[in-house]
Structures are given as structure tokens and as C-alpha cells.
């Protein structure tokens, strides 16, 4: 079971670009509102056309500019779960869900239907309207209706964006749940790095409508490989470099990194929170100011007797020094990365 | 007093509403998607006859679907028909004249409508046709009842093209708009009284049926919005 997606697409100033492969794994599309997840999607399922370029799913061709193929949504058999789940508004759960079912007589469909109503535990809210029910319980029907629809792949377009953050929790690990039976690729769309973290197994940055490589979660925590990704996983600081002999150094300040690139000239290099030690042979910082967050504070540190560059660092709140005090720094290499 | 210019009223804004429910609706729904330059000059067209006086219309009409016109005289020659001055020829007048209100209203439904809704159809494997009539015209279905009950109130009360290519015929094309003319002009005030009566009192619980569905549609868009 893969999902090929190679496809180009222009809109008006803003140009998508979107390269990726997966198999039967929960990936993440991930970037910030507006960078072109959801027309990636619109895309794949066939409601949006692409200017270029062809999208495979399990052999099945669904588009290819070049042979001129193009199948209907419909042939696609692509599961789309929309922002606001799209229910019929005019029709019961049970015939929302009834929907889903591809083929068979009314009794074969209200059989199947009356099955997935079982499994997404629906019981109880046949008759129902989708108005008269929780934000939870429509999207339990919105899944339900597309897993009736048997499909090769599901999308799911910021699935948690219409609910409370209270809520959000316990309905990740209920979707996680009822997903598990579900054997294809799953493409998870979001902007919360958490939400990516905790649900699937890798993860697809996307920025200005570009994507890049497909890694897993955790790569994509110790080495992001675009700025758009290192600010994705909450790096604070992207310092400019110069290349040197035996590696790279802070500009502005008296750090050397021992880490090779191909790039010349002037760099950026960012640097996680992981990569700040106070060490007492570091080197001596100033701390300039100290700004607490809600479980932890941040200092502005910068080098001693000059104004900048700023390095951002984190502690927790009962170690963190005086505004005004030196603190001894020292920089891990593996965990700055060179963009 | 005689009742067939109510019975030719009544059937003549039958008909055509009945004509002008689905052309309003297939036009409202396949010029949406054309590009907007298309969609602009059509627009205008198909609006022209909500503002131009009737009497423009019916003459236009009657320059098409005179016996020596391009039309009727095609349809004289080919059926032995003769389009103008029957009954039914108000028919093409009313369409004609009524068709915007319906096409407008319909259209301003339809623009209300959650795209969405056809696209997660569509990812269901639903035909087109499928998610048009039980997605699209429910939600939209008291739009499209307003549009069509509308054009019905309004078909009742077309006179200046329907007298131009039905005339006035007593028992054959009177209409209550074209009789109540007749007996004005005739001094007959009292029976033309009579007429204005029904007319009005027809055309007021019509407007009731439209007010009391547009008010449905505006609770049951709150509804859905909070």
C-alpha cells in the first residue's frame, strides 16, 4: 500500500509544489496555516486538478498531466475527513453513514452502515441530525461515513482544528484507536507539532507550498533540515555563521563548532534549546534580560561586553540567574544544525 | 359571473412557474461555474426582463413568434400552428418575464451552499446527480420554494406581454389581468371590481407563503451558525 504524490500546482502568486511518498504508516503533512496542506489534499482527492505532475496510489494511477488522466473523486476511493467534518446536514447518522457505502441494495448499505454505527460507537444516534450532536460525536459519524466508503487512503485535514483544546486529548487517542484497523496510508494535516508527535510515525515539513523530505519524527526533532522546520519544532535561535577551516563560527561570537558543510560563505546555523550547556569552562555570557513563560523562563544572553547577537536559552524557572548576572555557556555541535 | 379568466390565470402561472422552477434552478447551477466574463454578459441577459416594461418584452416576443417571423413561421408552416393568440401563447410571455425572479433567488441559495458538502460527496463515491438533488436542493430548499412561489405570484400578475401576444379573447385568452382591463375600459367598474377583489386577495396569502418560508430559512440558518 503506497501513496505517490509528485504534482505542481499555481494559484495566482503561489506556486505548490508537493513531492512525497508513503506506504501504510500515519504521515504527517506538516506546516503553518496558509503553506498549501489542504490543496495538497484537494489534490490527491481529486477536487482540485494540478497543473503537473501525477499521483499513484497502491499502482493506481489517479492523475497524470502527461498521459492525461484524471479520475473523478468518486473512482478515486480516497477518505477525506474535512476541517468541519461536511455532514449532510438534511440527513440522519444513519443516512449520513449510509452514504459511505459504495454499493449493494438499501438493506446491504443500512446492514454495513448499521455495522460501522457499532463500531464507531454511535449507538443510540441513528436517527439523529448532525446539528443535534457534540463536536466529537460528528466527527466519530464524519470517520464512520468514511470508513463505509472502503477507501485506499485517508486524508485528514487538521482533524482537531473545530474542537475545544479540552477536548482535543482525549479524542486524538479515541481517533488513534479507531484508526489502528485501518490498513493504508493515512496523511495527517496539521500545525501542531504535538498533535504530529504524538499520532504519527513520520513527518512531511511543508513550507510555501514546497515540501520536503519525508523523516521521522525524531529526526525531524534533532535535525530539521529547513529553517520552516527548525522553527516548526520550536527552535529560538538562527545565528549567522562563517565557514572556517575546521568547521564554523558564531558571528559576534567566540564559538567555534567542529561541523562540516558544503555551503560557503555566510551560514545560518540553528541552535535547539538541547544545545545550551552551563558549563563552567564555557564561555561567559551576559544575561541581559529574563523572560518567564508559564512552566519555564528564557534568557537573552549575549557575549560579555558586547550587545549581540542574541543567544536564546531555556531553564526551568527556580535556576534560572539574575538579569544583569554572567553565566558560563558551551554549545553541543550534533545538536546545531547548519542550514 | 364567468370563471374562466381565473381558471386561464391559474394555469397559465402554473405552468410557467412549473417551466420556470427547473430552468431557473439548471441555469442558476451551470452559469455559477462558467468563467466571469461568461457568467457577467449572461447575467445581464438573463436579467434584462425583471427591469425592461413588459410591452418591450411581449414586442420582442411577438418579432420572433409572429406567424411571419422567424419561429412562428416555422412552426406555422412545419404544424399547421399558429404560436401567438392562443391560451397557451402567455405562456412564453410569463417565462420569459418571470424567469429572473427565479433564476436571482436561486441563485443567491446556491451561493449560501457549503462546498464542501459536494466535495466530501463526491470523496463518498455519490454521482453528481446524487449529491445535486438530496445534498445540494435541501439545503437549499427554501430558497428554491420562495424563488418558485414568487414567480408563480408574479406569473398571476403578468399583463403587458401576455396581452400583447395572447390579446384578448372573452372564454378563450382572457386573463384576470387582461379582463379587468377589458371591463375597466368598458365601464363595466363594478364586475372589474370584482375581479381586482379575487386578484389581490390570490396574490396577498401568496406573499404570506413566501414570507412565512423566507423567515423558516433565516431561523434555520441561525440555527446553523451557532
Redesign the interface.
Known amino acids: 500500500m503506497s501513496l505517490v504524490v509528485d504534482i505542481e500546482k499555481k494559484l495566482g502568486s503561489f506556486t505548490l509544489s508537493a513531492q512525497f511518498e508513503t506506504g501504510s504508516e500515519t504521515m504527517a503533512l506538516l506546516g503553518a496555516s496558509g503553506c498549501g496542506k489542504s490543496v495538497t489534499l ?1 489534490c490527491i ?3 482540485m486538478t494540478p497543473d503537473r505532475g501525477r499521483i499513484e496510489l497502491d499502482g493506481r494511477v489517479l492523475f497524470d498531466s502527461e498521459k492525461h488522466i484524471d479520475l ?3 473512482q ?5 475527513l ?1 476541517q ?1 467534518y ?1 455532514l ?4 440522519t447518522v444513519l443516512q449520513n453513514i449510509m ?2 457505502v ?1 454499493s449493494g441494495t438499501k438493506e446491504d448499505k443500512k446492514k454495513k452502515a448499521l455495522e460501522n454505527i457499532r463500531i464507531f460507537q454511535l449507538e443510540g444516534l441513528e436517527d439523529k441530525h448532525p ?1 443535534q450532536l457534540s463536536g466529537g460525536q460528528q466527527q466519530r459519524v464524519a470517520l464512520a ?2 470508513m463505509a ?1 472502503e477507501p485506499s487512503v485517508i486524508l485528514l485535514d487538521e482533524p482537531f482544528s473545530a474542537l475545544d483544546s479540552f477536548l482535543k486529548w482525549n479524542l486524538e487517542l479515541e481517533m488513534s484507536d479507531l484508526l489502528v484497523s485501518f490498513k493504508g496510508p493515512i496523511i495527517w494535516v496539521s500545525h501542531d507539532l504535538g498533535e504530529c508527535y504524538r499520532n504519527c510515525d513520520r513527518v512531511c515539513v511543508m513550507e510555501d507550498g514546497v515540501t520536503g523530505d519525508v523523516t521521522d519524527m525524531d529526526t525531524l526533532l534533532s535535525h530539521p533540515q529547513t529553517k520552516a522546520a527548525a522553527r516548526l519544532i520550536g527552535c529560538r535561535n538562527f545565528l549567522a555563521a562563517e565557514k572556517k577551516e575546521n568547521g564554523i563560527e558564531l558571528k559576534g561570537w567566540d564559538i567555534s563548532l567542529p561541523i562540516e558543510t558544503d555551503k560557503d560563505g555566510s551560514l545560518a546555523v540553528a541552535v535547539l534549546d538541547s544545545a545550551i550547556l552551563f558549563e563552567e569552562e564555557g564561555i561567559s555570557a551576559v544575561v541581559k534580560r529574563v523572560i518567564e513563560d508559564m512552566d519555564y523562563a528564557v534568557m537573552l544572553l549575549c557575549p560579555e561586553g558586547k550587545e549581540g547577537p542574541f543567544i536564546r536559552a531555556v531553564l526551568p524557572k527556580d535556576e534560572v540567574p539574575k538579569q544583569g548576572s554572567t553565566v558560563h555557556i558551551r554549545l553541543i555541535a550534533e545538536k546545531c544544525i547548519c542550514l | 359571473m364567468d370563471w374562466y379568466p381565473l381558471l386561464n390565470s391559474l394555469r397559465i402561472a402554473a405552468i410557467s412557474a412549473v417551466i420556470v422552477f427547473f430552468l431557473g434552478i439548471a441555469a442558476a447551477y451551470y452559469i455559477a461555474k462558467l468563467p466571469r466574463l461568461i457568467k457577467g454578459i449572461l447575467d445581464v441577459i438573463l436579467t434584462l426582463p425583471l427591469v425592461l416594461p413588459p410591452t418591450v418584452v411581449g414586442y420582442l416576443l411577438l418579432r420572433v413568434l409572429g406567424p411571419k417571423r422567424i419561429i412562428g413561421k416555422w412552426v406555422l408552416e412545419t404544424f399547421g400552428i399558429r404560436i401567438v393568440m392562443t391560451w397557451w401563447s402567455a405562456i412564453f410571455a410569463t417565462v420569459v418575464v418571470v424567469f429572473p425572479l427565479m433564476y436571482r433567488t436561486v441563485r443567491g441559495a446556491f451561493e449560501s451552499f ?1 462546498e ?2 459536494s ?9 453528481n446527480t446524487y449529491i445535486f438533488w ?2 445540494r436542493m ?2 437549499c430548499r427554501q430558497g428554491v420554494l420562495a424563488g418558485a412561489v414568487l414567480a408563480f405570484a408574479r406569473a398571476l400578475g403578468e399583463y403587458g406581454a401576455t396581452s400583447m401576444i395572447a390579446g384578448y379573447t372573452p372564454g378563450k385568452t382572457a386573463t384576470v389581468s387582461t379582463t379587468v382591463y377589458q371591463l375597466w375600459q368598458t365601464g363595466n367598474d363594478a364586475l372589474a371590481l370584482k375581479w381586482v377583489i379575487v386578484n389581490v386577495s390570490i396574490s396577498a396569502v401568496v406573499l404570506l407563503v413566501v414570507n412565512m418560508l423566507e423567515k423558516r430559512n433565516g431561523s434555520a440558518a441561525e ?2 451558525s451557532s
Open positions: 484537494k482527492a481529486g477536487i473523478s473523486p468518486q478515486r476511493r480516497v477518505g477525506y474535512f468541519q461536511a449532510f446536514p438534511n440527513m452514504c459511505g459504495r446539528m461515513r468514511i466508503s | 457549503d464542501t458538502l466535495y466530501a460527496g463526491k470523496t463518498l463515491g455519490l454521482s438530496h445534498i435541501p439545503y440555527r446553523r
